[in-house]
């Protein structure tokens, strides 16, 4: 795992004002989105719940993976024939980016 395991919990107006943080807890803080102005207050709240529900979002893909997995091995033999599945071509595709794409940063 390369990321602080969840949960994350956005905190609205904590310092410094005008920000929404998210913290894994009082002391572990994730991300810093900066309000700039009115219009973009509702979005950058909206981003900063999409980022605290991440590790659900990751685990949860996860999951919808190993169940296609599990069901193409129970109904054809054959785990790997969930591979052409657009469910799971979507999730893997998103699990990478998620977990692969540190790579910019080494």
């Given at each position: 795992?390369?990321?602080?395991?969840?949960?994350?919990?956005?905190?609205?107006?904590?310092?410094?004002?005008?920000?929404?943080?998210?913290?894994?807890?009082?002391?572990?803080?994730?991300?810093?989105?900066?309000?700039?102005?009115?219009?973009?207050?509702?979005?950058?709240?909206?981003?900063?719940?999409?980022?605290?529900?991440?590790?659900?979002?990751?685990?949860?893909?996860?999951?919808?993976?190993?169940?296609?997995y599990q069901q193409a091995e129970d109904q054809y033999g054959d785990r790997n024939k969930a591979?052409?599945?657009?469910?799971?071509?979507?999730?893997?595709?998103?699990?990478?980016?998620?977990?692969?794409?540190?790579?910019?940063?080494?």
């Amino acid at each position: 795992m390369n990321h602080t395991p969840g949960p994350w919990t956005v905190f609205d107006g904590q310092y410094p004002i005008g920000t929404i943080s998210i913290n894994k807890d009082v002391e572990t803080r994730i991300a810093t989105i900066e309000i700039n102005d009115a219009y973009s207050a509702k979005e950058s709240a909206g981003n900063a719940v999409l980022i605290a529900a991440a590790p659900d979002l990751l685990d949860a893909l996860k999951s919808i993976c190993e169940m296609n997995y599990q069901q193409a091995e129970d109904q054809y033999g054959d785990r790997n024939k969930a591979k052409t599945w657009r469910c799971v071509i979507t999730a893997e595709s998103a699990i990478k980016k998620a977990t692969e794409d540190l790579k910019q940063f080494e």
